[in-house]
């Protein structure tokens, strides 16, 4: 052996270096070629704890303001189904995913402090275009909405996700605070990811438009991306994206699908009918779910609402009062109609969108005194609080925009609407179902198994009557009851109401259902069972 040092004495032991980076105070990660070459040291590159901290709760919050605020934009072109949640759910998570990986790759290639103000900037102009964009696309481009609606969640989201590893890169001077750091910023995104969902769920959407809510979103950020920029005295993007921000707020005034109220769960509007007077038409989500005559509420335009005007009419006595409740209330057409037919009538409702009811008082006329009591409530809470035996009518009427609220389809549900009625009481229900019908035979199942009469209504094509027809789908309606029904009387008051619909019972009902299964709580599909038409209801 040669007297000649090795190379690790000369430079001292891997031991010996980490002692002498601990005693100057030099984080061991630190590159000295980048110390030579004047690059700022990662202690000069640091983020204040309380800045970080704020940055990543906005940005983590801002995701979920997104997330939701797309859910409501896409109701009314998409419906409000299991499936559209779960796109816009899969969208985000896909945004966050890609956001933090590509945040952190870049944070260790590039300065992050020169990333962080970009990242807030473009995001904020792309959340401020989104209501405009989306609804644009979804009138003159239907085709495109799902790539569309994929970028304008996709977008923003992995760009505000890429904030926290970026944050956590500047927080980071030394790797002996590396769990402390990154623990600290992960909880704090969490927590900033819940406040944005308590706030948007329970303040924004009950206050604000969501079209609102998206621009001022969007010029919140272009703001912290100014701030950002300030300190840093880095990228300059700041006042185009303000003026992003301006023109996402005017094309959103001037994009379609305008609301003359948006409501805690519907894009609103009434159109007046040209043809009578005193006709109105309550779009929800761009769907017609009601027809309201002000001036005559005997009128009654939808076939579906004759068709259940016929068969109350012939199950009860001519123009006596009956107690009714209503799951779902809309412009309340038919309890103003058994108000009018029955005085004395007693009509509980409830309507879950509080902006319904508020339509139904500004635009139609809703007075107390009308025998009409509606109470904002979910339909299946609603039902609980009701006495046993206490109705002889329940009238399942209730929709999410093109979709049905599950939980009112169920066995445990008819039960439950069963013991609400007495013994000769009636259970009437709006089905609505395309293509193979399979969310209405499922329905008819589940009541065939809770009650011992249950009836169809439909078209002729709709419930097999007609075999030489393929079924059309559209609105059907359904009877059920612990008594037998006159199905004579019931056509022969179809027939003068010029409904052009049919009865199936019995046999012909038990084929026309054929193997579905029954609804439970437990197993309840209905948005995969029901078939999307592009016929509006009504």
């Not at 590893?165 to 927080?171: C, D, G, Q, S, W």
């Not at 600290?184 to 769920?201: F, N, Q």
């Not at 010029?219 to 921000?245: D, F, I, K, N």
Request: hydrophobic residues 45%; glycine residues 12%.
């Amino acid at each position: 052996m040669t007297g000649s040092p090795s190379s690790s004495a000369a430079e001292g032991t891997p031991r010996d270096i980490d002692s002498r980076a601990a005693a100057e105070g030099t984080p061991r990660d630190l590159d000295p070629r980048a110390a030579a070459e004047g690059e700022p040291r990662d202690r000069d590159r640091a983020l204040g704890p309380r800045a970080a901290a704020a940055l990543v709760f906005g940005s983590s919050a801002a995701v979920l303001v997104v997330e939701i605020v797309a859910l409501r934009l896409l109701a009314p072109y998409l419906g409000l189904t299991l499936e559209t949640s779960t796109m816009v759910i899969g969208i985000a998570l896909t945004a966050i995913a890609l956001g933090s990986w590509l945040g952190g790759r870049l944070a260790d290639q590039v300065d992050p402090r020169r990333l962080i103000g970009p990242a807030l900037g473009v995001s904020g102009a792309v959340v401020a275009l989104t209501p405009a964009v989306l609804r644009s696309t979804a009138e003159w481009a239907p085709v495109l909405l799902l790539l569309v609606a994929a970028l304008t969640i996709l977008v923003p989201g992995a760009l505000l996700s890429a904030v926290t590893p970026i944050a956590t890169k500047l927080r980071l001077t030394s790797l002996a605070e590396t769990g402390t750091v990154v623990g600290r910023l992960s909880g704090v995104g969490t927590v900033g990811a819940i406040a944005g969902t308590v706030l948007t769920g329970f303040v924004l959407v009950s206050r604000l438009p969501v079209s609102g809510i998206l621009i001022g979103l969007g010029a919140l950020l272009v703001a912290a991306s100014a701030l950002v920029e300030w300190r840093t005295r880095g990228w300059s993007g700041t006042p185009a994206l303000a003026l992003v921000v301006i023109a996402g707020a005017l094309a959103g005034v001037a994009a379609p699908g305008g609301c003359d109220a948006e409501t805690k769960y519907h894009c609103a509007r009434v159109v007046a009918d040209p043809d009578r007077d005193g006709g109105r038409t309550l779009v929800l989500d761009g769907v017609r779910h009601s027809y309201v005559d002000v001036d005559d509420p005997t009128h009654l335009e939808f076939a579906y609402v004759r068709a259940i005007a016929s068969v109350v009419d012939t199950a009860f006595p001519a123009g006596e009062p009956i107690d009714a409740h209503h799951l779902g209330g809309g412009g309340l057409t038919l309890p103003r109609y058994l108000a009018a037919t029955r005085p004395g009538t007693h009509s509980l409702v409830s309507e879950i969108d509080g902006g319904v009811v508020r339509i139904d008082r500004e635009r139609f006329g809703l007075r107390p005194e009308a025998g009409i009591e509606v109470r904002t409530e979910d339909g299946r809470l609603g039902l609980r609080r009701l006495a046993t035996g206490s109705r002889d009518l329940v009238v399942g009427d209730a929709f999410g925009g093109v979709s049905v609220p599950w939980h009112l389809t169920t066995a445990e549900a008819m039960a439950d609407v069963r013991r609400v009625l007495n013994d000769d009481g009636l259970y009437l229900a709006n089905l609505i179902d395309h293509g193979g019908m399979d969310f209405a035979r499922a329905e008819a199942a589940t009541l065939a198994e809770t009650f011992e009469h249950v009836v169809l209504v439909g078209e002729p094509a709709d419930i097999g009557s007609d075999r030489t027809a393929a079924p059309d789908g559209g609105n059907l309606v359904v009877l059920a009851s612990d008594r037998p029904v006159d199905l004579s009387a019931v056509q022969k008051a179809l027939d003068g109401r010029r409904v052009g619909w049919v009865t199936a019972a019995g046999d012909d009902l038990t084929s026309w259902i054929g193997d579905a299964r029954p609804l439970t709580d437990d197993y309840a599909p209905v948005d995969q069972l029901l078939q999307p038409s592009g016929r509006r209801a009504g």
